[in-house]
């Protein structure tokens, strides 16, 4: 134990709830994942339509509640990673997850912003005006590529690293890793032209933050007993 002066000082222990924060940012990720692309239609001759329904915006009002939260707990689930693979990351492997996480919070935080401007401007209880609907046209654009295009090669680049520290390290089960190369494969070269693919990323999420808090339940019961 390190000292101060001559007194004990406790070292900095991550927080016990640090190992279910992936699992809630998982689960809050999705819904909002899911809810945006019900709420923008991916055609764009949908336009005004949309603007006269009051399910799919709020559809997009809800997922807007929940993007701040999933990208809060993703940071928890960030540092729950690190936690877990401990001191023996990789330079290269570790700039490259931290690098990809922020980023992709970025993109998750920027798509909200945009995905909120669509309720801005276009008014439900007025008529749609060519402004509204060439508004409409862009921020639509501009959130589904977000969504399919760099949110998305983002969450693979980390998929790839986290997965690469854990198999080099051995503390990942070759389901686990199998899973991670798929998933990251699917979000490099196939989100955009499935619908509704973005979803596998949040899926892997959940089964690696399941492994890591069932894992460290375990090495805190150990110590436990043998303390």
Known sequence: MPTTGGAPVRALQTPRVAAVAGIVSALLLGTAILLVRLAVPAHPEYAVDWIHRTSQREFLHTALALLPFAGIFFLWFMG??????GAGEDRFFATLFLGSGLLFVAVLFVLAATAGSLLDVTDVSSS?????????????????????????????????????IGHRL???????????????????????????????FPFWMLAVSCHVFVVTLRRRRTAGQEG
Do not use: C, K, N
Not at 80 to 85: E, F, M, P
Not at 170 to 195: D, K
């Open 128 to 164: 749609a005006s060519a402004g509204q609907l060439a508004l409409w046209q862009y921020g639509r654009h501009l959130v589904l590529v977000l969504l399919t295009s760099y949110s998305t090669r983002m969450a693979a680049v980390f998929v790839v690293s986290t997965t690469t």
């Open 80 to 85: 729950a990673i690190r936690d877990y693979v």
């Open 170 to 200: 051995g503390i990942f089960p070759r389901w686990l890793v199998w899973l991670g190369y798929l998933v990251a494969l699917a979000l490099l070269f196939a989100v955009g032209t499935t619908s509704h693919l973005e979803l596998v």
